[in-house]
């Protein structure tokens, strides 16, 4: 599986993501065991698959 490893500000905020969405609100990321989190008015700076991360700045 590609899970991803959410990060901001250097920070990781979210760990084993499978569903991102961008939304007007911010940013939606659901884990592998469908724990959900809204991350209000950030957006997606950086997506690198090779790491597996994904970077979010507001």
Known sequence: ???F?????GETIMEDVLYLEVTDD???LRDVLGNEKVVEGAQ????DMDEHVVELEK
Do not use: P, Q, T
Not at 5 to 9: A, G, L, N, R
Not at 44 to 47: A, D, E, G, L, N
């Open 5 to 9: 490893e959410v990060k901001m500000d």
């Open 44 to 47: 997606v700076k950086r997506i």
């Open 1 to 3: 599986m590609c899970e």
């Open 26 to 28: 911010g940013v939606v």
